[in-house]
């Protein structure tokens, strides 16, 4: 789990696109999430550090997330 000022990752993307539909479905379930894109959108790298967005949830919805998510892709 990876912490960031009292946000935990839910998940990780290479694609915003993506990262939003997994935003949607946790916002539809009341949980808080943001997306931190990190994607350099100078060069085209779909690998590594310039291309990572993250899910955040507050740490405290970090299991309900998590369960959610799961759920979603079984």
């Known amino acids: 789990m990876r912490l960031i ?14 990262a939003e ?3 949607g479905r946790l916002r539809v379930a009341d949980v808080d999430v943001q997306v931190f894109s990190q994607k ?3 060069n085209v790298v779909a690998f590594g550090a310039l291309a990572l967005v993250r899910v955040l949830v507050p740490v405290f919805q970090l299991q309900e997330a998590q369960r959610i998510l799961a759920a979603e892709t079984s």
């Open 5 to 18: 000022s009292a946000w935990a990752e839910a998940a990780r993307c290479t694609d915003e696109v993506e």
């Open 21 to 23: 539909v997994l935003a």
């Open 40 to 42: 350099d959108h100078a």
